[in-house]
């Protein structure tokens, strides 16, 4: 990949990193992963992937919660070493409690992936958990000052996870979404004036009727007013980086192709959901502008 790619929304594949931790949950990664090696550029193309996924694990065969086992593809000290080749870092859920417990992997990749958009907001990146993978995010104090979602059986855990990092990091709390299959922050393509914006839900909100937010995405290749600013980029939180958040497990089928359909374009996402034959849910996208 060039050293001087700015952007993941290219006709070359976005590169897509995924974090198998011990004991993970088999439906957080292969959900996204069907929907990711599904997408192409041009449908005409068998060719034209539009993503690269690569397998980042402690072992060469990482086992799963389900007991079915899966091979990496690299360490994660290779995957600290190539970070800055990937757009797409994915954080899975699963086994969360000894994770969380022994402040293993992935902690230091969301940390350093983090920081890395942070030192070069040039780039494009996006960080997606899926499940109780927020959790990890959380722990990490990534989701300070940032609304997220999780598996519902897990609202009190992530939580408390995430008032304790604010607490410990002088930061801003958790707005916890309890009511979306997944909740996208930090976006930053500017289509006009936010108050005549319609995909926008913002905590200024509270006591109107809230709107449905974004459902969806208009397509980077859809729109004829892309304006973006490298440098309200570099402003915002986490340097811009786009921050995902799926609830249970079978939303990350329907953030990754909410993820598609914002680094590829609304047909690709739509044609991935009928190919599986997936009802697509969309989320919300909360305090930002996207494609």
């Not at 090696?37 to 034209?48: F, Q, R, V």
Request: charged content about 25%; some cysteine; glycine content about 8%.
């Amino acid at each position: 990949m060039s050293a001087s790619k700015t952007s993941a929304v290219a006709d070359e594949p976005i590169e897509v990193l995924f974090a198998l931790h011990p004991k993970f949950d088999l439906l957080d990664f292969a959900g996204p992963a069907e929907v990711f090696t599904t997408a192409l550029h041009d449908w005409k193309d068998d060719s034209s992937k539009a993503f690269d996924i690569t397998l980042a694990g402690a072992e060469e065969k990482v086992l799963s919660e389900q007991g079915v086992i899966i091979g990496s593809q690299i360490s994660f000290k290779e995957a600290h070493k190539r970070l800055e080749d990937f757009d797409v870092l994915v954080i899975l859920g699963g086994n969360s409690a000894e994770i969380l417990k022994t402040e293993e992997q992935p902690a230091g990749l969301i940390c350093d992936f983090s920081e890395l958009q942070k030192k070069d907001p040039g780039r494009e990146r996006t960080i997606l958990s899926v499940c109780t993978g927020a959790l990890f995010l959380a722990k990490e104090g990534i989701l300070s000052g940032l609304s997220a979602t999780t598996h519902p059986d897990y609202f009190t855990t992530f939580e408390n996870l995430c008032s304790d990092a604010a607490t410990r990091n002088l930061q801003e709390r958790t707005d916890v979404v309890e009511d979306a299959r997944y909740v996208v922050n930090n976006l930053r393509f500017d289509l006009g004036e936010e108050d005549d914006n319609p995909y926008i839900r913002r905590k200024s909100d509270a006591g109107r009727r809230p709107s449905n937010a974004r459902k969806g995405s208009m397509s980077w290749k859809g729109s004829n007013t892309r304006r973006e600013s490298i440098t309200r980029r570099a402003a915002m939180r986490l340097g811009g980086l786009r921050v995902i958040t799926a609830g249970g497990n079978s939303a990350g089928v329907d953030a990754a192709l909410y993820l598609v359909s914002a680094l590829v374009d609304d047909e690709c996402a739509t044609e991935v959901a009928r190919i599986m034959q997936w009802t697509w849910n969309k989320g919300i996208v909360v305090d930002g502008l996207d494609v």
